[in-house]
Nanobody, 127 residues
Framework: QVQLVESGGGLVQAGGSLRLSCAASARTFNNYAMGWFRQAPGKEREFVAAISWSGGSTYYADSVKGRFTISRDNAKNTVYLQMNSLKPGDTAAYYC????????????????????WGQGTQVTVSS
């Protein structure tokens, strides 16, 4: 069982930055590929970014590419999402997720590949 706790959300003006953190309880955190998803009111959950357990592979949704950066610190069992140049369209609840993998460069893009999810943290970007 893996417990994930997100933090770092809040209210920010357009053009601003936030850094989300996701702390994991897993004893073998470095066996999990990690991802960030978001869900705005009335919309489906969408993929934002993913990272392999080694940190050597990352992938981003086109909508955030060049603005968001996913990273991880395996020594701290934590994954981060640095969000710059935020737009009102980024407003959503952001969720981190963990998916087991035995391959150091594997990451996942689909929600069904992730077995564990956090409770989410709200990000609101005002115009």
């Amino acid at each position: 069982q893996v417990q994930l706790v997100e933090s770092g959300g809040g209210l920010v003006q357009a053009g601003g930055s936030l850094r989300l953190s996701c702390a994991a309880s897993a004893r073998t955190f470095n066996n999990y590929a990690m991802g960030w998803f978001r869900q705005a009111p009335g919309k489906e959950r969408e993929f934002v970014a993913a990272i392999s357990w080694s940190g050597g592979s990352t992938y981003y949704a086109d909508s955030v590419k060049g603005r968001f950066t996913i990273s991880r610190d395996n020594a701290k069992n934590t994954v981060y999402l640095q969000m710059n140049s935020l737009k009102p369209g980024d407003t959503a609840a952001y969720y981190c997720a963990a998916g087991l993998t035995y391959y150091s460069y594997t990451y996942y893009l689909e929600p069904y590949d992730y077995a564990y999810w956090g409770q989410g943290t709200q990000v609101t970007v005002s115009s």
